[in-house]
C-alpha cells in the first residue's frame, strides 16, 4: 500500500498507539523554539494548545509546527527529571495490560517475516517487557532490546531471554553495523533527540538492514476532526508528533531508504468524545474523573460500548477517511548497500 491508504479499522478506545510503559528519553535536554529539531528550518508557526487531558491537569502546552517538512514538537517540554511526574501508575497500568496481548503484536510479526523471513539480529527500542520479541523467541533470531526500567528489563530477559540494555538508547554500546533490524513501536514520540536516533539506528543497522517503526500521524483524519481533543496527541508525554513527510526527512537525511510506509485507521473516537465531552462539562460547573482515574465499567456499559463497536463505530470509521489519513504510520526504511 501506499502513504494514504488505510488498513483495518480499529477500536475507538486507545489501542495501538501507547504500547510502551517504560519509556526511553534522553539526558540531554533542549529547548528549541528557533529551528526544527528535523530539518533545521525556521519557517515555524504555532500549532495548537492544549492541556494533559488524560490526567486532567490544566497546564497548558504549546505545539509548534515546522512548515517545510510538517514535524511538530512541543516547545518548552518539561525536563526528563519533570517528565516522570507525568507518567505515573495510573498511565503504567493501563499500558502494561496491552502490551501483554499477543493479538497487538501478530500484525507486526507477520509484517517482519514478510521482509526478513530469514532471521537475523533484531533490536527493539522501548522493548518493555518483551511482548514482541517474546514471539521471535525459538525462532532464528537473535534478540535484544532497550529499556528504561531495570524491572521491566528483568521481565523482558526471563519472557523471551533477550540481550536487554537499560538506560537511555544514546547510551547503549552496541557497534556499528550489529543489527538486521531495529524496531520502535510507538516510542519515537516520547523521545527529545528524534533525529540523533534515527543517526543512531543508521549506525547500528547493517548495509540492507530494516527499520520498522509505528508512530501517531499528526496529519491523520483523527487529529483534523478531534484537534486538541485528540487522544493521541498525549501532552506532554508526546514530544514530538510526526506526519509521513516528516518521517521521510529524517530518514533521508541518515541515508535510509523508504521500503514502505501506509497509515492504518485508528481515530480514537471513543477517547477523543470523552476529552470533548469533559470539557464541555467543565464550563458548566461538571468536574469528571479524569481518563487515567476511570475505574472498570459495570457490564451494562461493557455490551452497549461492544454494540457501538460492532455498529456504529465503522461507519464513523469510513466518514473518517473523508477527512484525511489513517491515525498510525507503520513504516519501514531500509539502509543502503553502500553505507
Known amino acids: 500500500m501506499t502513504q494514504g491508504q488505510t488498513r483495518q479499522p480499529l477500536t475507538g478506545a ?40 488524560y490526567h486532567g491537569r490544566r497546564e497548558t502546552y504549546d505545539l509548534v ?6 514535524l511538530v514538537w512541543l516547545k518548552n517540554a518539561p525536563t526528563p527529571e519533570e517528565m516522570s511526574a507525568h507518567y505515573g501508575p495510573d498511565y503504567d497500568r493501563s499500558v502494561a495490560a496491552a502490551g501483554e496481548d499477543p493479538d497487538r503484536w501478530r500484525g507486526r510479526w507477520e509484517t517482519l517475516s514478510h521482509y526478513m523471513s530469514g532471521g537475523g539480529a533484531i533490536l527493539d527500542l522501548g522493548c518493555s517487557s518483551g511482548g514482541f520479541l517474546a514471539g521471535l523467541k525459538d525462532s532464528s533470531w537473535a534478540l535484544s532490546g532497550i529499556e528504561m526500567s531495570d524491572d521491566v528489563a528483568r521481565k523482558a530477559r526471563a519472557k523471551c531471554g533477550a540481550d536487554v540494555f537499560v538506560g537511555d538508547i544514546l547510551d547503549a554500546p552496541f557497534s556499528k553495523g550489529s543489527f538486521d533490524v531495529i524496531t520502535c513501536f510507538h516510542v519515537l514520540e516520547h523521545l527529545y533527540q528524534p533525529r540523533e536516533i534515527f543517526a543512531r539506528v543508521s549506525e547500528w543497522l547493517k ?6 517503526l509505528m508512530v501517531p500521524n499528526i496529519d491523520s483524519a483523527g487529529c483534523h476532526i478531534f484537534k486538541s481533543h485528540w487522544y493521541a496527541l498525549e501532552l506532554p508525554r508526546h514530544l514530538s508528533h510526526f506526519s509521513p513527510q516528516s518521517l521521510r526527512t529524517l530518514a533521508q537525511s541518515v541515508g535510509l531508504e523508504e521500503v514502505s510506509l501506509t497509515t492504518d485507521r485508528e481515530v480514537f473516537v471513543e477517547a477523543s468524545s470523552r476529552y470533548l465531552l469533559d470539557d464541555i462539562l467543565g464550563k458548566v460547573g461538571i468536574k469528571r474523573s479524569p481518563l487515567a482515574k476511570t475505574s472498570r465499567p459495570s457490564l451494562p456499559f461493557r455490551v452497549v460500548r461492544k454494540a457501538f463497536r460492532l455498529t456504529v463505530l465503522p461507519a464513523l470509521n469510513a ?15 531500509r539502509k543502503g548497500q553502500s553505507h
Open 207 to 212: 548495509p540492507g538492514g530494516l527499520f520498522y
Open 65 to 70: 509546527r515546522c512548515e517545510s517538512c510538517t
Open 319 to 333: 466518514l473518517a477517511s473523508l477527512a484525511g489519513d489513517g491515525e498510525s504510520i507503520h513504516a519501514i526504511f
Open 14 to 53: 486507545a489501542s495501538e498507539i501507547e504500547d510502551t510503559p517504560n519509556l526511553v528519553s534522553s539526558d540531554v535536554h533542549e529547548v528549541r523554539q528557533t529551528a526544527c529539531p528535523a530539518c533545521q528550518s525556521r519557517n515555524l508557526r504555532k500549532f495548537l494548545s492544549a492541556p494533559d487531558r
